[in-house]
């Protein structure tokens, strides 16, 4: 697609430097219908992204390290495209990935958790303290089991 572009554009390279995702995975991101094919400069036939592009991958990027597949992001932002008539599909879609960080900030406390009860654990065994340290063997041990997905 060629078009003439108004207003402010970016390279392809501008456009990975400041959404993070690289310039490989703009190009399949496109190929797949995750976006729409990006117009390409007259002269050149490099792609040019206009500052709407630019928007919709910051938000397409935030998706992407959300954990949300590719499948997910290309249906989000078809039913984007759609307004209010897909609000409750957009609404289902987010809320379960919503769901799906909080499960995941629930085992990164639990992980976190445990890797300062083995910090405690070491200091408790340089200092000598055999009883200390076996107490907080059993309470890193017990941790692990909650680190089993919820539900």
């Known amino acids: 697609m060629t078009a ?3 207003g402010r554009t970016h ?8 959404t993070g995702l690289p310039a490989s995975t703009l190009r399949y991101y496109e190929s797949i219908g995750v976006i729409a094919p990006v117009a390409r400069g007259e ?13 919709l991958l910051i938000g397409v990027a935030c998706l992407a390290a959300t954990g949300m597949s590719v499948s997910e992001m290309r249906h989000y932002v078809e039913n ?9 599909q957009q609404i289902a879609l987010l809320s379960e990935r919503a769901e799906h960080l909080a499960e ?3 085992l990164m406390r639990i992980r976190r958790k445990y890797v300062n009860l083995k910090i405690d654990y070491w ?3 340089a200092a000598g303290d055999d009883a200390g340290a076996e107490r907080l063997a ?8 909650q680190l089993k997905p919820a539900g």
């Open 138 to 145: 059993e309470d890193a041990r017990s941790l692990v089991k």
């Open 43 to 55: 002269s050149s036939g490099h792609r040019v992204y206009t500052d709407a592009d630019m928007n």
């Open 80 to 88: 984007g495209k759609l307004g209010a008539a897909a609000a409750e």
């Open 104 to 106: 995941e900030a629930r």
């Open 11 to 18: 390279t392809i390279k501008e456009v990975a430097a400041l």
């Open 4 to 6: 003439d572009i108004g």
């Open 123 to 125: 200091h408790a065994v």
